[in-house]
Every structure is written in structure tokens, then in C-alpha cells.
């Protein structure tokens, strides 16, 4: 039987305890875009990893020397305004285990941030951030697979793309059918060699989860269009 070998990978946030471990790590947008197009986003500190996943690709003065460094072509940084700062050292806790004490007591996964102490990131130094605005967008689809025939439960969203569309960027941003969308810098892919730009700056947060049109047809994978 042939194989074809994954050209892409959709880029997603990860973090360790599930849920909880990831908003610590990465935070989450709190707004859309403002009228200037600025992200308005919560997370913990003072310690920030160097690129991070809260709505689209987020870097520190740190991750974004990186990135240039890597040569990733056709990006621009924008300022995030930071809009809310919890206090956190989970950076030190320990994540071999499933489940760590400080989360003992915690409610939702956002309390933590919007109900803990506040954390004042003036006198860290590289706290500023940056969202990373990719100008190549390639059409992409969605694949969403039931678990069997009579259950209604599906399994999650699988990006693919269309070798064809593809323009040869490592790094993409992608549109959803195609068409333009507030929710398009969110989705970002990349090739097999913008995945090992993007791990030599990652410590351990982001996940690739490989993707192309081929692999979802061989599945049988039902198109899904989630703005529908």
C-alpha cells in the first residue's frame, strides 16, 4: 500500500493538567481584535514561555528575535495589550504528576486568572508581547469524524489542506474555506520544516498535529465548516 507522507501541521496550544495547565501557560483572549487590531489577552506571570498560543501565535521580545532569527518570512508583530495578570509559579510545579496540589481547591480553569492575586509585569524584563500576524493564508478545511455510525458524539476538528493551494510558506495562517475570517489567525500551519523552527523556540507547549486532504479522504472524513 502507498503511504503519503504528512507535509502539514496544525499548530495547537497544549499545557500540562488539561484545561488548566494550558490557560496557565498560554492565557486566553479576553476581547477580539480592537479597532486597531489588538488582542486583549489575560494570562499568568511573571514567568511567560517564549511563544505561546492564546487566540494565534503570541512571542516575547525573547521569541520574536527567535523567529526573525529563523528566518520565517512575510510576518509581522503587533503589540497585545495585556489585560489582566494573575500571579502563578506553576512554571516550578511538578508536572509528572496528574494532578498537582495548588489545583486542588481550584473552580473553573479561568478563575484562576481572573480571581487570583494580581501580578505586576513592569519590572520583568521581555514581558512584552507580540502577536504574530502571518500574511500567507492558504484555504483550508475542517474533518470531523463520529465515533461510529449511530452515535452523535464527534470526534475533534482536523484541520487538511490542499496541496495545490499550498504557496510554499513553512508557516501559514488558514482560512476557513477559503474565505477571510476574525477567527483565521487563530488556525495556523506549517510544513515539517516550520515545525522545527517553531520547536527550537517552544519549551514544551505547543502541539503539532499532523493534517493534509489526502490523509482525510483516505478516512472518509466528512467536510465540516465550523462557521456553519
Known sequence: ?????????????????????????????????TKDGMYVIARTGPYIPAITKPHGLVVTDQGKEALIACGI?????????????AYS?????????????QLRDAGEPESIILGGA??????TPGSRLYEVR???????????????????VYQPLVAFVDVKDWDGSEVFTGLPDGRDSTSCNRIVICTKKGRSMLESIDVGFLRFRPCNELS??????KVFNPEN
Open 1 to 33: 500500500m502507498k503511504t503519503t507522507q504528512v507535509r502539514f501541521f496544525s499548530v495547537e496550544a497544549v499545557g500540562p493538567w488539561g484545561d488548566y495547565g494550558q490557560l496557565l501557560a498560554h492565557g486566553f483572549a479576553l476581547e477580539f481584535p
Open 118 to 123: 494580581s501580578c505586576d509585569l513592569s519590572a
Open 134 to 152: 502571518l500574511s500567507s493564508r492558504i484555504p483550508i478545511r475542517f474533518v470531523r469524524d463520529r465515533v461510529n455510525e449511530f452515535d452523535e
Open 89 to 101: 509559579d506553576w512554571q516550578n510545579w511538578d508536572k509528572t504528576c496528574d494532578w498537582p496540589e
Open 216 to 221: 482525510a479522504k483516505a478516512h472518509g472524513l
Open 73 to 85: 518570512m512575510d510576518v509581522e508583530f503587533h503589540d497585545v495589550i495585556i489585560g489582566r495578570v
